[in-house]
């Protein structure tokens, strides 16, 4: 990929020009005069439609937000994204969780794309027999519980799936153990009947502290409340690191591998979804894999005019760079989703906060955008009034979906009414005007609606982006998900950086063991003075 300053750029240059008179764009005005702006500024893409006309944009900002697309080369950044070219330099890896969602062989990554569907083809068959009990537990009975023992990549996407799944999902019950707190642990344990339980460790390194360590844990506890000859039964292990799996005690069979072309927080398509597939079954995992490759093929065929993650993604550029929006919030019209805000942060914070661009030099612009959300409705009695009369510009994605999954039409028009209203709101505000009308036969006095009308006063005009699909199924999960990893993807090139890696986080990693030293022989004068006072109170306070 070209390493191109997108700040060095006719088109940045010409949309800094723009932004000095767009920044003045008024969104209730730009409706009225134009009456096809929904229309002109929404994209489709069979059951996706994506309204961005409610943002502050015109079609001339998008024009020119496209040429700094074009300049920046992003057509053969996606031929590289796509031809396995090793995109992910600093640790000279291809990124190819696209090649785990295609039965097109007639690819530059047809080996890629065989191995994925060989190790894909092996989670299904373990799957399938578990579901039709054929695999057993040691006793006999079939599974009913699933524990997911994994961190990052490998627990926030099978999370996030799972409660987006309830309405597919079979008879197993699965459960997530993530953080290294024993508490967390127990908690789960607390729940479960090691007998009909299925341990999935999942691990890319499989060298994880929290993840080895929970899987210590459990696999101790199971050992004393079953017998050490059933770990074989009951534990397998997903990863890219078979010799650790082995060590650890897992049978060779019963690992799932995974590929060093497919990172942690693009995992979940991959092996790294077993958990998932055996709650919702091979066919319903396949349907969420095809809804991927949907958007893969949009995203690949359209033109960037049309292209929904490329126009995702260059709304953030242009909130983040030039509006100089700080954050960015998701907020999906579904209980379904309520994990979805916290799987985006991974992959789009762990992906897009680096500071340094491809040459290795400190950018000079802003890059990764802070994401973050809840569900609607109850995010609106939350934090919406900070978005709707705070100082912080918080463009914001709305998601919802048509039909709902069970018949409560009452239900579902109050919710959905609540959706449309607020971007409504978003946009237009409340004037002085309006205000003062609310006021009329309620019996105040004049001097106490004055005192009131200017904290009811809205100023309004704040962007948002409406996605609204027709049903949440497998597919259109798949469909939503590859889509914000394009945008990730998308935005990475407009920003010259590398989206791939996660220095920071091994930084935090190092650090950590390095404490954990000092705490096993209770230490405390190795830091600065606040680190070792935080460490002597702890010691003298954990009795
Ligand atoms: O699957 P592993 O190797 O245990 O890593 C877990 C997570 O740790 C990270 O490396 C850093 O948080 C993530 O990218 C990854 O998803």
Known sequence: MKNINPTSTTAWQELLDHYKTAKSLNLKEAFQNNKNRAEELTLTDGDFHVDLSKNLITKETQGKLVDLANECRLSDAIDSYFGGEKINATENRAVLHTALRTNNTDSPVAGNISAAIASKEKMFAFVDAVNNGTITAANGQKFNTVVNIGIGGSDLGPVMIYEAMQAYKNDLTLHFVSNVEGDHVEEVLKKINPETTLFVIVSKSFGTQETLTNSTTIRNWFKEKVNPEAVAQHFIAVSSNIQRAVDFGIQEENIFPMFDWVGGRFSLWSTVGMSVA???????????????????????????????????????????????????????????????????????????????????????????????????????????????????????????????????????????????????????????????????????????????????????????????????????????????????????????????????????????????????SSKSDGHDSSTNALLKRFYSRNK
């Open 278 to 520: 055996l709650s919702i079954g091979s066919k319903n995992f396949q349907g969420f894999l095809d809804g991927a490759q949907e958007m893969d093929t949009h995203f690949k065929n359209s033109s960037f005019d049309k292209n929904i993650p490329v126009q995702l993604a260059l709304l953030t550029i242009w909130y983040n760079n030039f509006y100089k929006a700080q954050s960015e919030a998701v907020i999906p019209y579904t209980q379904y989703l309520h994990r979805l805000p916290a799987y985006l942060q991974q992959a789009i914070m762990e992906s897009n906060g680096k500071s340094v661009d491809r040459n290795g030099d400190r950018v000079t612009y802003e890059t990764g955008n802070v994401v973050w959300g809840e569900p609607g409705t109850n995010s609106q009695h939350a934090f919406f009034q900070l978005i709707h009369q705070g100082t912080k510009l918080i463009p914001a994605q709305f998601i919802a979906f048509a039909k709902a999954k069970y018949n409560q039409p009452d239900h579902h028009n109050k919710l959905m009414a609540n959706f449309f209203a607020q971007t409504e709101a978003l946009m237009n505000g409340k004037t002085k005007e309006e205000a003062l009308k609310d006021h009329k036969d309620s019996g105040k006095t004049v001097s106490e609606i004055e005192h009131l009308v200017p904290f009811q006063v809205f100023e309004g005009n704040k962007p948002t982006t409406t996605i609204l699909i027709d049903e949440l199924t497998p597919q259109s999960l798949g469909k939503l998900v590859a889509m914000y990893e394009h945008k990730i993807f998308t935005e990475g090139v407009i920003w010259n950086i590398y989206s791939y890696d996660q220095w920071g986080v091994q930084l935090g990693k190092v650090l950590a063991d390095a404490i954990l030293t000092d705490i096993e």
